[in-house]
């Protein structure tokens, strides 16, 4: 989010979550990293929606937990893939705080397994969510996952993604569109919920991101 109009509009069309950007992110370059000041006036104009600060979660956990309690944040997300120190983990957790483990990638070749075996490894992980982008390197992902995998049995498969949310709470990112945004809710039942990155420009390829207007006729499309 980048505007408290943004933030109000994408509640109304049933986002629960709202990320806000208040470290770059290394992905993009279009201006959507925003202050503390804009972040928690968008968190006074919201009725139902959480914001979810996006930090660098390897920095001061006092700071951390300052930006969570002005924004009356339930979690924090990591702007990259890291495994959040055990300091920081136990302050927020003694908060009140969760994490939601963003930058995770899954390729067309990866091994279910591997997927979140850096994390899983770590004692005391505090994850509320892993958050996933899913075969970022084609830009039908979804298209390629349901039609073309089947046909290699090593691939990374539909089941493969479902069995891995029954196991963890999984956010997943696809190439959304209101055309195939319903049928990929119903393949996916266990699926905690839907990632709509926005953005107007990606500074490297294999990125999926939809701009605001794109996201809204998806989420109008989801909602029926």
Do not use: C
């Not at 139902?48 to 390897?58: H, K, S």
């Amino acid at each position: 989010m980048r505007s408290v109009e943004e933030a109000v509009t994408l509640e109304k069309l049933g986002a629960d979550l709202l990320g806000i950007d208040l470290t770059p992110d290394p992905r993009f370059d279009d201006g959507r990293t925003i202050s503390l000041e804009q972040a928690t006036a968008m968190d006074g104009a919201l009725a139902r929606a959480t914001l979810v600060p996006v930090l660098d979660l390897a920095g001061d956990p006092d700071r951390i937990l300052r930006i969570a309690h002005a924004t009356h944040s339930r979690m924090v997300q990591s702007a990259r893939r890291m495994v959040a120190p055990a300091d920081v983990r136990a302050r927020l957790n003694d908060a009140g705080v969760g994490i939601v483990y963003g930058g995770i990638e899954i390729a067309h070749d990866d091994d279910p397994s591997w997927v979140l075996s850096d994390y899983l490894d770590e004692p005391g992980l505090e994850a509320s969510f892993f958050q996933a982008d899913v075969l970022p390197e084609y830009r039908d992902s979804w298209t390629f996952l349901r039609d073309r995998a089947p046909e290699y049995e090593e691939e990374f498969q539909i089941a493969d993604l479902d069995e891995l949310a029954g196991r963890h709470p999984l956010l997943v990112g696809f190439d959304f569109t209101p055309r195939n945004v319903r049928e990929i809710v119903g393949a996916l039942p266990r699926v905690r919920g839907l990632v709509f990155t926005l953005a107007e420009r990606a500074g490297r390829s294999g990125v999926h991101f939809r701009s605001y207007p794109e996201t809204l006729a998806t989420l109008q499309a989801l909602r029926g």
